[in-house]
């Protein structure tokens, strides 16, 4: 699978966020369907493109395991985030 490229395919309407970075290198990011979190290995923390691509091959394999939950609470909360 390519990991090459900047954006990044949005699959199932789910988007990749990288919600920290340490030094410049993305520390961790997260999917903002499922909210799972990934986090870059000691081994790439000094190396941003690195960090970069692994944080979004993650993302990229990651199952939404509770794609469900997003949806309830939007539900409850009557917003729309578009
Ligand atoms: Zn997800």
């Known amino acids: 699978m390519p990991s090459q490229t900047t954006l ?3 699959v199932s309407g789910r ?3 990288i919600l920290k970075y340490v030094n410049k290198v993305p520390s961790f990011a997260s999917c903002s369907k499922c909210q799972q ?3 870059t ?3 790439h923390r000094f190396v941003p493109s690195g960090a970069s691509d ?3 091959e993650k993302f990229l394999w990651h199952k939404c395991v509770a794609s469900g939950i997003e949806e ?3 539900a409850k909360s009557g917003g729309v985030n578009f």
Do not use: G
């Open 15 to 17: 988007s990749f966020t």
């Open 72 to 74: 309830t609470k939007k």
């Open 54 to 56: 692994y944080l979004k």
């Open 41 to 43: 290995p000691p081994s």
């Open 37 to 39: 979190k990934f986090f």
């Open 8 to 10: 990044l395919p949005n």
